[in-house]
């Protein structure tokens, strides 16, 4: 008998069938007693091209059915040491995005006071403001590795202080960010300025370009970022648009000459050791996603965020 909730397996149930919850973990009606959750957003009303990030989470909720339990390139075993289940989605105002900004943040709040780590499942990238306003009320201002093709840190979108392009800028007037350890990965494409992305080095982010990845491996640059991160909490946002879209068609801003799927597990995997204290998977739209793989992707890289979490056991 295992003490901790394990996925349900392919040989107990056929993987097309059963609850769709992620990775088939049990569900739970909320973060009592668990080290880890899995948590949808489904929100959309905050993008600003093609939308439909709305039905993001039920797809990779759907698309992580082919996931199994023991991570075989790290031998990460995280269903041996930490309590994880799926706690449903945040019940937005799908009509309202001030409002549904202060319910996420307050179900964020909920779920950390229960020493719960959050992994959640977009919906697009307005939902990073809000979950990092709880998490720094928790955790304090925190390192950030925030992989994308565009910065999000503009000042307004039409006139809105919040929407998907502006959640780092806020984050960071905020305070919500530990100064010197932000680290951007994937920008790419074109800008309205050409120094759009100079605004994220004046506050002294690190900005490492879509360019300054290709034909590279990810590994040695993970290196330095754990080092820049020392002990300080880190929260992950993992842009899905941040990859190339031969590998994530199923988003709304597409840039080409973005990472590969391996560049985006080295990412994520290089972030063993750290001390990770949530992540968020966002912008995968289905209904640009017919083949599924962006959401499996997604579902993929938020099974290596939960590979990573501190507590997570590995096998020999
Ligand atoms: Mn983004
Ligand atoms: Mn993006």
Request: glycine fraction near 12%.
């Amino acid at each position: 008998m295992h003490h901790y909730n394990q996925p349900l397996g392919g040989n107990e149930m056929p993987r097309f069938g059963g609850p769709a919850t992620m990775m088939r973990l049990p569900a739970r009606p909320s973060a009592e007693g668990l080290d880890a959750a899995f948590i949808g957003v489904p929100l959309d009303i905050g993008t600003s091209n093609r939308p439909g990030t709305r039905l993001g989470p039920r797809q990779i909720r759907d698309e992580s059915r082919m996931l199994r339990p023991y991570n075989m390139a790290t031998r990460a075993a995280p269903f041996d040491s930490l309590q994880v289940a799926d706690i449903g989605d945040v019940p937005i105002n799908t009509f309202h995005l001030p409002k549904s900004i202060d319910i996420i943040t307050a179900f964020y709040a909920e779920v950390l006071g229960h020493g719960c780590t959050p992994l959640t499942l977009g919906g697009e990238h307005t939902i990073t403001l809000p979950i990092l306003r709880a998490i720094a009320a928790t955790h304090g201002p925190v390192g950030l590795i925030h992989i994308d093709a565009h910065a999000d840190v503009n000042d307004q979108m039409f006139g809105e202080p919040i929407a998907h392009g502006t959640p780092f800028r806020r984050a960071q007037e905020e305070g919500l960010l530990a100064g010197n350890k932000v680290v951007q990965i994937g920008l790419r494409g074109t800008g309205y300025s050409a120094e759009d992305f100079d605004w994220c080095r004046q506050q002294g982010f690190r900005v490492v370009t879509a360019e300054q990845c290709w034909y590279t491996s990810l590994a040695p640059l993970m290196a330095e970022v754990r080092e820049q991160m020392g002990d300080t909490p880190v929260y992950i946002s993992f842009d899905i648009d941040g990859l190339d879209p031969s590998v994530a068609p199923g988003t709304g801003t597409v840039e080409m000459g973005g990472l590969t799927s391996a560049q985006g597990l080295e990412i994520v995997r290089g972030a063993t050791g750290l001390n990770i204290v949530g992540g968020d998977l966002v912008e995968v739209s289905p209904p640009y996603d017919p083949s599924g793989n962006t959401a499996l992707m997604g579902a993929t890289l938020l099974y290596e965020m939960l590979c990573v979490l501190p507590g997570v056991q590995h096998r020999d």
